[in-house]
């Protein structure tokens, strides 16, 4: 049924806010697929990118994202939306494609969006890969003015050789990390060990998976960036962000 969803039009993307944490202004917005599966409901991304990957599915899907992505972001600039920058999540078989640099620049322009409210999010497992090649597209995304960040940052193996050489906009903090530094004392050390990292880089620094008023406290504390998660909103329908963002930002928690 995955082979059909595309043509069905069952996918769906819902869009979660990225909220600068000293301001509470939405900065940007990340779009997270759904799948309305006629038999089975609401599927979550964990229940089928992982087959889209395996059976090369995960290509069109991707293209399909970005489309609706790069169109949304015109839509609400053309709405008088405040401007923000728009994230999509790329898979390995994606950033791995030939044609990568070359569809996000042609549906840029079919759209006639400017790269620079486009950011992607690329794992470190991605990035570690295969140096060579991954610095030549991220040169060729930095040259577009498209924005990168590193997704479920500390997780995975990161040179820090590369973290400095890459030419990296952001840095999420996983969410796992996130969850456990204000009961942890070891999770602390780690997030505040990457915030002051990621700034004497000049990356900006997300947290991932915000839940509760103490981290959000823990975080502006320790001086991070941008937060996102369920505390300042969830992922919901692009009819909802944009009503969000008509309403007026800073957001009251
Ligand atoms: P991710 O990019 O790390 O996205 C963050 C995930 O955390 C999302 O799960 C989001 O709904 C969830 N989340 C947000 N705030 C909170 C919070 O406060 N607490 C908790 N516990 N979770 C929170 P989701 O939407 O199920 O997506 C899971 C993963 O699927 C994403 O992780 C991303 O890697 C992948 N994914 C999503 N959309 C796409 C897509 O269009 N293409 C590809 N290739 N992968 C995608
Ligand atoms: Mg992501
Ligand atoms: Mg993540």
């Known amino acids: 049924s995955l082979r059909h969803a595309l043509l069905r039009r069952e996918f769906v993307l819902y869009y979660q806010p990225k909220i ?26 964990a229940q089928f990118v992982p087959i889209a990957e395996d059976c090369g599915l995960i290509l069109p899907i991707g293209r399909w994202v970005l489309q609706e992505v790069c169109k949304q972001a015109r839509a609400w600039l053309q709405a008088g939306l405040p ?34 409210y ?23 995304l930095a040259d577009l003015h498209i924005k990168l960040a590193i997704d479920d940052f500390g997780t995975g193996f990161s040179s820090l050789s590369y ?5 990296i906009n952001s840095l999420k903090i996983d969410k796992s990390f996130v969850n456990r530094m204000t009961r942890n004392a070891d999770d602390a050390t780690i997030v505040k060990a990457v915030i002051s990292m ?24 320790h001086e991070c960036d941008e937060g996102q998660g ?5 992922p919901m329908a692009a009819e909802d962000m944009a009503n969000l963002l008509r309403s007026g930002v800073p957001l009251s928690l």
Request: charged share 25%; hydrophobic share 45%.
């Open 230 to 234: 369920y505390y300042f909103a969830r």
């Open 118 to 140: 486009l950011e992607i999010e690329l794992t470190e497992s991605i990035l570690m890969q295969d140096a060579e090649s991954t610095n030549s597209v991220l040169r060729a």
């Open 20 to 45: 600068n944490l000293h301001t509470r202004e939405i900065v940007g917005v990340e779009a997270l697929i759904r799948w309305h599966h006629p038999d089975r409901g609401l599927l979550l991304p």
């Open 198 to 221: 990621g700034k004497s880089l000049r990356q900006c620094i997300i947290a991932e998976g915000v839940e509760t008023p103490e981290q959000y406290a823990f975080l502006l504390a």
């Open 83 to 116: 401007p923000i920058t728009i994230a999509i999540n790329a898979s390995a078989i994606e950033f791995r494609a030939k044609n990568f640099i070359e569809n996000i620049r042609t549906t840029l322009e079919d759209v006639r969006l400017d790269p620079r």
């Open 163 to 167: 973290l400095r050489q890459f030419p």
